[in-house]
């Protein structure tokens, strides 16, 4: 998911004969969980399965051992290791509004230079963005996260509805598990997908997840200050999700020419008004399939996107799968 070309040097480089080196950068606070992907995808020989090769390195600061979350980040290596490993993943940062720490940011941008696959999981694309390596290329991280990061690294393409995304040399994923994903479409640049494909089996994951983290994000309305004079009309057209409404009916409603009511929402919402009510349907699209039983139909009509057929065109626009897939993964218990 998220796979686009570019130069793949994944492959063993040579620098450590007969293994691939894989540093994974903790830093303080890094959250276990982000920091055992690597090392279980990565560092674990399996019964009935070939040795992949990697050789994996935790990897701390200068200063000794950090906390993870209540776990202390063994390990014998430093970040000195990232200058001659064969790959670097930076982990989540526990602190996004923080700036990240300068030693890390250094060691992976000479990584980089010296030639190591770089990758980040989740947050960790603010490390690789403060690095440089980011600039001018798409990227994506926690879709928490977007608005943070586009406001601090505006020179980067960032597409936060994607799993990951895989320029061969510099790959970011999105929030917590999609790290799975990243790290096993590198086992399978390394060694194909038929034994990527039977790794993933071992960790009881699936080999390829449709869509992307978009199925994840929460769209709230946009915060009152951002709203300016829209709010009650943005109310009013949540309440009325069902009617067939026009721009022309929106500007009635809201005593303002077109124009002009085009012109507010590009200031407060940041969209179309058209863009934003077919959003506020999907959003209803979704809660209905994930609470009630109704026939596709049934919840196409009640969002108003008219039959199935144009609920799925637009829910798979904006969530990336289609409603029958999204409501199999979202269904709660007992409905």
Request: hydrophobic share 40%.
């Amino acid at each position: 998911m998220g796979k686009s070309a570019g130069r793949n040097t994944g492959k063993h480089t040579g620098k450590h004969p007969g293994k691939h080196v894989v540093a994974v950068a903790v830093a303080e606070g890094a959250p276990i969980f982000e920091i055992s992907i690597p090392v279980e995808v990565f560092g674990r020989i399996r019964p009935g399965m070939p040795d992949l090769g990697y050789d994996v390195r935790v990897c701390n600061p200068e200063s000794g051992t950090v906390d993870s979350g209540g776990f202390t980040a063994l390990g014998a290596d430093t970040y000195a290791t990232l200058a001659t490993a064969d790959t670097v993943i930076v982990p989540a940062v526990p602190d996004v509004m923080a700036e990240p720490p300068a030693d890390l940011v250094a060691a992976v941008r000479q990584a980089h230079a010296n030639g190591a696959r770089v990758a980040s999981l989740c947050s960790g694309a603010f490390v690789l963005a403060a690095a440089g390596l980011l600039d001018g290329r798409r990227a994506t991280t926690h879709w928490l996260y977007a608005q943070e990061f586009q406001a601090r690294f505006p020179a980067v393409d960032l597409d936060p509805a994607v799993l990951y995304i895989d320029h061969g040399d510099v790959l970011t994923s999105a929030g917590t598990t999609a790290g799975i994903d990243l790290c096993l479409a590198m086992v399978a640049a390394d060694h194909g997908a038929d034994l990527a494909n039977t790794l993933a089996r071992r960790l009881v994951a699936p080999t390829h997840r449709s869509g992307g983290q978009a199925q994840y994000v929460e769209t709230p309305a946009p915060p009152p200050d951002r709203q300016d004079s829209l709010g009650p009309l943005l109310d009013w057209m949540r309440t009325h999700l069902s009617e067939p409404l026009s721009v022309a009916d929106l500007a009635r409603q809201a005593n303002v020419a077109e124009r002009t009511l085009i012109r507010r929402f590009h200031t407060a919402v940041g969209t179309t008004p058209g863009r934003w009510l077919t959003e506020q349907r999907v959003l209803h699209a979704r809660r209905l399939l994930e609470t009630t039983d109704l026939p596709v139909e049934r919840v196409a009509s009640a969002a108003g996107l008219g039959g199935a057929a144009n609920l799925r065109h637009h829910f798979t626009e904006v969530v990336g799968v289609a409603p029958s897939d999204y409501r199999r993964t979202f269904r709660r218990p007992g409905v």
